[in-house]
């Protein structure tokens, strides 16, 4: 499964002030090894750059490219997952260890994907591999000092499932970083993106000067 891992895009810890959280990498992130580098992250861009923000940001590449090419310091992107959720992404000629691995993902994807998660889905999620590793990344993220509060912003229903259970098991200890979570986004890939995305706004919450 080693081969199929994608990691964060943040390129200097210390200097990143607002964190996108997303699902999982897929064939485009696969091939550019670095998140959020499809058509859908394209969306992203083009939110940011409407609402005032990373002007030197070119809107027609997708949002994880304008960050690796720019070496963009200031704005980062964790997946949730490291591994692709999806199925579909796979060879057919897994084994059966990696195919019961990918099946499992699979499974995670579809029931937190679509809505705030049941207790009993966030119970299991807390129990994974997958889950353990994404709250270690993240906790090490807020810990390390910074300028400026950290601002987290998860996309679409796993991310949000994912920080909720965050929050829940680790905020009180992370305590002494400052760091926000902003109101979820909707995931590019949603079929209502477009309308749902006329009626949000982040600019009270993120200043100007964070994401220049």
């Not at 949000?160 to 986004?185: A, G, V, W």
Request: proline share 6%; net charge negative; charged share 20%.
């Amino acid at each position: 499964m080693e081969q199929y891992k994608v990691g964060d895009l943040i390129i200097d810890t210390k200097k990143l002030n607002v964190l996108l959280i997303l699902e999982s990498p897929h064939i485009n992130e696969f091939i550019h090894q670095h998140p959020a580098a499809g058509e859908a992250a394209c969306e992203l861009t083009q939110f940011f750059t409407k609402q005032g923000y990373l002007a030197a940001f070119d809107n027609y590449l997708p949002i994880g490219c304008n960050i690796e090419q720019k070496k963009y310091v200031e704005l980062g992107i964790m997946n949730c997952a490291h591994f692709p959720m999806n199925l579909a992404f796979y060879p057919c000629d897994l084994s059966a260890d990696d195919k019961q691995k990918v099946e499992k993902l699979a499974s995670f994807r579809d029931n937190l994907g679509q809505n705030l998660a049941s207790e009993d889905w966030l119970i299991k999620l807390s129990q994974t591999e997958m889950f353990t590793d994404f709250a270690k990344r993240l906790n090490a993220v807020i810990q390390t000092p910074r300028d400026n509060p950290l601002i987290i912003i998860p996309c679409g229903f796993t991310a949000t499932n994912f920080i909720e259970l965050f929050k829940s098991k680790f905020q009180e200890n992370s305590k002494q970083q400052d760091f926000r979570i902003l109101d979820p986004l909707p995931h590019p890939t949603q079929s209502d993106w477009s309308e749902k995305i006329t009626q949000i706004s982040i600019t009270e919450q993120t200043p100007k000067h964070l994401l220049p």
